[in-house]
Nanobody
Framework: QVQLVESGGGSVQPGGSLTLSCAAS????????MGWHRRAPGKQREFVAHIRSDGGTNYSRSVKGRFTISRDNAKNTVYLQMNSLKPEDTAVYYC??????????????WGRGTQVTVSS
């Protein structure tokens, strides 16, 4: 069993910054890709960014150049630094991880989400 817990959400004005964190816990054997998705009001969940175990990253076009994903493998934690925030970034942000626990194969685990609101 694995638990992912997001933190760092909140409300900011356009142009502001916010950093999200997501810590994975449990009987973890290994973690491959970790990442972030978001669901805006009335919209489907969309990909934001992910980071591979070797540090390679990928970003959606809408956030590239503004957001930075990183990870601390010793803490089983992934971060999302969000700069130059726009109202359209308003969404619930979900953390996920491609994680294996002892005795199982890789599985995609998800956190409960954290709200980010960008408004004047």
């Amino acid at each position: 069993q694995v638990q992912l817990v997001e933190s760092g959400g909140g409300s900011v004005q356009p142009g502001g910054s916010l950093t999200l964190s997501c810590a994975a816990s449990g009987s973890i054997r290994s973690i491959n890709t970790m990442g972030w998705h978001r669901r805006a009001p009335g919209k489907q969940r969309e990909f934001v960014a992910h980071i591979r175990s070797d540090g390679g990253t990928n970003y959606s076009r809408s956030v590239k150049g503004r957001f930075t994903i990183s990870r601390d493998n010793a803490k089983n934690t992934v971060y999302l630094q969000m700069n130059s925030l726009k109202p359209e970034d308003t969404a619930v942000y979900y953390c996920n991880g491609d994680i294996s626990v002892w005795g199982t194969s890789m599985y995609d685990y998800w956190g409960r989400g954290t709200q980010v609101t960008v408004s004047s």
